[in-house]
């Protein structure tokens, strides 16, 4: 069979120029559009259910919410495993599939079977799908710098920054440390309200009932029709001071009778350091986007944004360094590779063509290798690319070429030059048929290899 497309190689010599055309296009066509990363992403193809229990312990969240949700599970198609985890307030529900299932797909199964049980669980408790990311997709990280408090920076971040990067393509959420939080808050004085006859549960069901918008209908005039809206939200501490939480004598009990209001912070959980506290972000890359392009997609945005005078977005984290690392190498490696096998084939054979012939197998092997990595989704990265071997890549071209070099100067006045290298082609061919012959032959699911009953 080998000696065969041997034969026929050489005798349609302008078929296998052709196939170099088709090989550059489709090759630099897989070069273009393969995604590049910093490392290889091996998370298995997974699911995680996030569900927030507040105030409960770890046995009644295992007990209550966690087997519940892990029951519902196990029932999946193409389910690999399902492992839980269960803390205070918190329970974490991973479902591994196959990788051979989509991840939306995935999504979906879970959610749906989610929908299914939500009556099963505790009033008030939500599940909710961790992000389609992985830990190998923190791309990028920043902080904020400016004449403004941590407080004001944060709601800069919540309601500029981050809602504009979060529209990117490819971006699978943006997560943010630091600064302090606002809030409305309403700090209420137990002897005022031991006073007028009321409890806490009386003034957090009076604030929120009034603070609503509510529809009223329509009235219908000659042959007009007018919608009615009842507006109640607050929008400021002086529309929450004036909510009226009880009547006494005809007098209303206001809540700024009993309680101040104000803005103020939330308590801190953590903090941001840097140069004093600031706030800290981090974009976070949907799986399977291209790394590289991402980053310059979210560096291109932040220099569009129109931040307040003095405030600036530094980064601190930017994988992109490693990424442009990563391909350098390997164009230095490609580079250095093709002219030490030229220099070394020209030295030994004496014969220019032979060795730039060689030397042209290490781009076309690249380009048959990038197609087979497009082709199973498998991401161009430091290991991917930083452990190719040149040697390996010629080393059967330098023996096909030493052979027909060889042939070529002994049989140059018996046989045409063309004859010579396909007797040289062959005797290659020959013993690569037999190795072929010998894996198959010993490899476990060879039905020959399997042994008899």
């Given amino acids: 069979m080998l000696e065969r497309i041997i034969d026929s190689t050489l005798a349609y010599r302008w078929l296998v120029l052709l196939g170099i055309l088709a090989l550059l296009a489709a090759g630099g066509y897989a070069l273009y559009t393969i995604p590049v990363e910093a490392f290889p992403d091996l998370t298995p193809n997974q699911v995680v259910v996030v569900t927030d229990a507040p105030s409960l312990p770890p046995t009644e969240v295992e007990q209550l919410v966690t087997y519940p949700i892990e029951r519902a599970m196990l029932g999946l198609p193409n389910k690999e495993e399902v492992r839980s985890l269960s803390k205070l307030g918190l329970s974490m529900v991973t479902i591994v599939f196959d990788d051979s299932v989509g991840m939306y797909f995935a999504r979906q199964q879970v959610s749906e079977r989610l929908q299914q049980i939500s009556s099963a669980l505790p009033r008030g408790i939500q599940p909710t799908l961790g992000l389609p990311a992985t830990a190998f997709g923190e791309l990028f990280q920043y902080t904020l710098s400016g004449p403004m408090s941590p407080m004001e920076l944060k709601d800069l971040h919540e309601w500029v920054i981050k809602p504009r990067l979060r529209t990117l393509p490819g971006v699978s959420e943006i997560n943010a440390w630091g600064g302090q939080t606002k809030q409305y808050q309403i700090v209420v004085d137990p002897a005022l309200l031991y006073q007028y006859g009321l409890t806490l549960h009386d003034v957090e069901t009076r604030v929120q ?19 009615l809206l009842g507006s109640g939200r607050a929008i400021t501490t002086e529309d929450l001071g004036r909510i009226v939480l009880d009547s006494k004598g005809g007098i209303p009990v206001l809540l700024r009778d009993v309680a101040q209001v104000r803005i103020g912070a939330a308590p801190p959980e953590g903090a941001t350091l840097r140069n004093g506290e600031t706030v800290s972000g981090m974009v976070i890359m949907l799986k399977g986007e291209n790394g590289k392009k991402l980053i310059e997609r979210v560096k291109e945005r932040i220099r569009n944004l129109r931040l307040p005078p003095g405030v600036e977005i530094t980064p601190f984290y930017d994988q992109s360094y490693v990424i442009d690392g990563t ?15 030229a220099i070394v084939l020209l030295l030994f054979l004496g014969n220019l063509r032979a060795a730039l012939i060689t030397a042209a197998i290490i781009p076309f092997s690249m380009l048959i290798g990038f197609l ?45 030059p063309l004859e010579s290298v396909r007797q040289a082609a062959h005797e290659v061919a020959r013993p690569m048929a037999f190795a072929v012959v010998i894996i198959i032959a010993v490899y476990p699911g060879f039905p020959f290899s399997r042994p008899t009953r």
């Fill in 209 to 227: 009932e009034n603070n609503t918008n509510f529809g009223g209908g329509f009235i219908e005039h000659a042959a007009e029709q007018y919608t």
């Fill in 327 to 341: 391909i350098h190498t390997v164009e230095k490696n490609l580079f250095e590779g093709f002219v030490l096998v």
């Fill in 372 to 416: 087979g990595m497009r082709l199973f989704g498998i991401s161009a990265n430091l290991m991917s690319l930083g452990a190719i071997d040149f040697g390996m890549i010629v080393d059967g071209a330098v023996v096909m070429m030493e052979n027909s070099i060889h042939r070529l100067q002994e049989d140059r006045d018996k046989i045409r």
